[in-house]
């Protein structure tokens, strides 16, 4: 069983993609850069700017999908410049709580429209 989130709490998809999918007891989340919702424009300065408005993306399509940052289970972070890791970190942080997720993060050579850091999720919502 299949079924697609969205929410206007988070940016539209630019491509042939959804926010999200529930399959079985499983969230996946498309990636999110720091597009502003209302407007799709990317916002933010620099990477810890950035990282704060893709979590408050991600947070909303969880949050319209009846789930929190604790179901969460594992992130995949993009970064176009793994210098800008610990700034990331810091930001992520404020989001995540205590009992933080799994988490890959990898550096890649660009990101779509000029972002600078891109959050993907896998949330367990439902079952054993």
């Known amino acids: 069983m299949r079924r697609t989130i969205k929410t206007d709490g988070a940016p539209a998809a630019i491509g042939p993609y959804v926010q999200a999918v529930a399959a079985g007891p499983f ?3 498309a990636g999110q850069i720091a597009l ?7 916002v933010g300065a620099d990477a810890a700017a950035q990282t704060r408005q893709v979590m408050a993306n991600l947070t909303a399509v ?3 999908a009846g789930a929190s940052w604790e179901n969460v289970v594992r992130t995949e972070i993009y970064l176009v410049d793994l210098a800008d890791f610990a700034a990331v970190n810091d930001a992520y942080a404020e989001f995540v709580g ?3 997720p799994a988490r890959v993060t990898v550096q890649v050579a660009a990101l779509p429209k000029g ?3 891109e959050i993907a ?3 367990h919502v439902g079952g054993e």
Do not use: D, R
């Open 27 to 29: 969230l996946f989340t």
């Open 36 to 42: 502003e919702p209302a407007t799709g424009e990317l």
């Open 62 to 64: 969880l949050q319209a």
């Open 98 to 100: 205590e009992e933080p």
């Open 115 to 117: 972002a600078l850091v």
């Open 121 to 123: 999720a896998v949330a």
